[in-house]
């Protein structure tokens, strides 16, 4: 970035240059050039007001796990580092966008509440569960979404319950500049073994179809409509294909996994080579579930 940034904004606590290798569960990317972490709503607002007022643009970043960043990014990036307070009120528990959302799956689990199960094998924060309505067998967050909070991309805060068209399969409004701040979930009294059953079960099922002891940033393609991702790229012969350290797992033929020093630019060409090796088999385009973060081609 050339254009120097304005001082309020230097005033939200900030680190240079810092590799998205450490900030993202896929471990590659170039440099986080400008990452700013508030600890307070307050910063995070001040942050979102003087980018808006200065016309800059900026994203948002919470646990990395679902995105795939290719080369530095010079746009300051925003992640919460709010401190990781869980509230209860009765069967009700309000946490920070920035709290663990495995984390926050378990807190509720060790409450002997019920409704965040499906929560318990998903990785990243709870800010990035809520944005893209994450989900697993079956239930998803808007299931259990009783109010959430969020800044506008005005810097406005606002409070609010769920309404229609809000949340969708993997998809929310809470795009486009605005950060969500913290959710509260309407849970249940459950029975505490039966809990921890259920998340062990959800649990033992990951731990066979999925590759979870290579770094990976999930199911990389969106299942086209009636179709299995995961299924047309196994289909096309592309599990094992391999890229450099970057290969698409003999385990689950839709997650791209890092041997440990694959680049940004392997993991870009592997996607390149299964999208047409896909399309050349299938007639299928397939688009990436995960987001995608470049800046300099
Ligand atoms: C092993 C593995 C298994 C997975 N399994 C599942 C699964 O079963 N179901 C599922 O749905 N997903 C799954 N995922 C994908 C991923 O974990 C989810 O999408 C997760 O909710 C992303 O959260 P995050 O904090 O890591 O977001 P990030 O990857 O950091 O960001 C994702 C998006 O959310 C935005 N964002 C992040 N924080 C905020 C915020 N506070 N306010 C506004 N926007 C924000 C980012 O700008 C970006 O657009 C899996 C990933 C892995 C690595």
């Known amino acids: 970035m050339t254009r120097p940034l304005p001082d309020d904004l230097l005033k939200v606590p900030h680190?240079?240059?810092v590799p998205f290798a450490r900030l993202t569960t896929l471990g590659v990317g170039g440099l986080c050039r400008?990452?700013?972490?508030?600890?307070?709503?307050?910063?995070?607002?001040?942050f979102v007001r003087a980018c808006a007022r200065e016309g800059l643009p900026w994203r948002v970043l919470g646990g990395g796990s679902?995105?795939?960043?290719?080369?530095?990014?010079?746009?300051?990036?925003?992640?919460?580092a709010l401190p990781k307070i869980v509230q209860r009120d009765g069967t009700r528990i309000t946490a920070p966008a920035s709290h663990g959302h495995i984390a926050l799956a378990e807190a509720a689990a060790a409450a002997g509440l019920s409704g965040l199960e499906f929560a318990s094998g998903i990785p990243g924060s709870l800010g990035g569960a809520i944005r893209m309505n994450a989900g697993a067998y079956g239930r998803e967050?808007?299931?259990?979404?009783?109010?959430?909070?969020?800044?506008?991309?005005d810097g406005e805060l606002v409070e609010k319950a769920p309404e229609a068209g809000e949340f969708k399969y993997r998809w929310s409004f809470l795009t486009g500049g605005r950060v969500v701040l913290s959710a509260t979930a309407q849970l249940a009294?459950?029975?505490?073994?039966a809990i921890r059953a259920q998340v062990a079960e959800y649990r033992a099922k990951r731990g066979t179809s999925q590759p979870l002891s290579k770094r990976n940033a999930g199911c990389i393609f969106k299942n086209p409509p009636g179709q299995s991702a995961g299924r047309l790229i196994d289909q096309a012969g592309l599990k094992g294909l391999r890229v450099g350290d970057a290969e698409v797992s003999p385990e689950?033929?839709?997650?791209?996994?890092?041997?440990?020093?694959?680049t940004a630019a392997e993991f870009a060409e592997l996607m390149e080579q299964v999208r047409t090796r896909v399309r050349e088999?299938?007639?299928v385009e397939l688009e990436p579930e995960v987001e995608i973060w470049r800046e300099h081609p």
Do not use: C, K, S
């Open 189 to 193: 009294e459950g029975n505490p073994a």
């Open 252 to 262: 689950h033929a839709n997650f791209l996994v890092n041997h440990g020093r694959a």
């Open 141 to 153: 967050w808007v299931d259990v979404l009783a109010r959430y909070r969020f800044i506008t991309p």
């Open 15 to 17: 680190r240079r240059d």
């Open 34 to 46: 400008w990452l700013f972490e508030p600890t307070t709503e307050g910063e995070a607002q001040a």
């Open 66 to 80: 679902n995105l795939v960043v290719l080369g530095d990014i010079d746009t300051p990036v925003l992640r919460l």
């Open 281 to 283: 088999r299938h007639g």
